[in-house]
């Protein structure tokens, strides 16, 4: 009787749980399906469907008017503002926020150091543990900031050969590079935000007067990856020396769908290597117990008390 009342009980939960979830998120799923993509977003009403600047928090403001009282060189500010623009923060206040949260985690993570050295015995530790931490603290921002920047890069070379195709497509039809650039930026701004973004950027520094190579250089800079510089390097010779802008556009495509399924067969040849040290540590000894743990059983509990006979 009881098990009937548990699986009952459990039946109606599933139920419920089942009929909530399919007015919750299945049935609004297959409407928004049947009506599309949105026109027009919100947050994408800027120039060339680049988004508006969130207003900031107070937590932020705190931190930027931390990061004003720190003194830094010009040349430091310019690695640290390329750095930024890298990965993707274009704000004219990152690199006080950046700073900032460098000289604040910092401060924190050094007067938690002397909030638990209390409990360490060894004053050498101590030192180390303060001085560790603000080591740390200085540093984790910037390690987290490159990692922001090495996504972003992969981001966007995983998204250059659709860029190329629609991009062929384009020029083919009969657009100039301009406008070819301004129509792939507006199509990839759902499925490929940062390329779109990094391409509507062209766009406007081209409507602002800059020469075509001169923004097409920027865009390399920009971001840093090393393909679409060769893709910025093709576009500026095609137009310069007058040669077919579609066949040159179609063998860079193809040459990044060759290397990027390369990378995916090397990435998958390395599986086997990486596996040992998890199989070894973790798999082996569950398998030695499953298989062998009987039988060491069988032989402790017979071969412990022939011991003692013959010792008696």
């Not at 039809?173 to 779109?196: P, T, Y």
């Amino acid at each position: 009787m009881d098990i009937l009342i548990a699986v009952l009980l459990f039946a109606l939960l599933m139920g419920a749980i089942s009929f909530y979830g399919y007015r919750r998120y299945a049935r609004p799923g297959r409407v928004f399906e049947r009506l599309g993509a949105p026109v027009l977003e919100a947050e994408t009403l800027g120039v060339g469907g680049l988004s508006q600047v969130p207003e900031v928090g107070w937590i932020v403001r705190v931190i930027q008017q931390v990061g004003e009282k720190v003194p830094i060189s010009p040349d430091d500010a310019g690695v640290t503002r390329r750095d930024l623009i890298m990965a993707g923060y274009r704000s004219e206040s990152a690199i006080k926020v950046f700073n900032g949260i460098k000289l604040t985690l910092c401060i924190v993570l050094v007067i938690m150091a002397f909030s638990i050295r209390s409990a360490i015995p060894n004053p050498v530790l101590r030192v180390v543990l303060i001085a560790f931490s603000g080591f740390m603290g200085f540093y984790l921002p910037g390690y987290m900031l490159d990692k922001r920047i090495a996504k972003r890069q992969n981001t966007i070379r995983l998204a250059l050969p659709d860029a190329l195709d629609m991009l062929v497509v384009s020029v083919e039809a009969g657009l100039g590079l301009d406008q070819a650039l301004q129509h792939v930026g507006r199509e990839l701004q759902l499925s490929h935000k940062e390329l779109s973004e990094e391409l509507s950027l062209v766009n406007l520094e081209m409507r602002a007067g800059k020469r075509r190579s001169e923004a097409l250089k920027n865009l390399a800079e920009r971001t840093g990856e090393p393909e679409l510089q060769k893709l910025v390097a093709i576009l500026i010779q095609s137009d310069r020396f007058g040669t077919s802008m579609g066949d040159s556009l179609r063998s860079h495509s193809d040459f990044l769908r060759v290397r990027r399924r390369q990378e995916a067969e090397e990435r998958a040849g390395k599986v086997g290597v990486k596996l040992v040290f998890p199989i070894f540590f973790f798999i082996l000894p569950s398998m030695l117990i499953v298989a062998a743990g009987p039988g060491l059983l069988q032989v402790f509990k017979y071969l412990f008390p022939l011991m003692k006979q013959f010792q008696g």
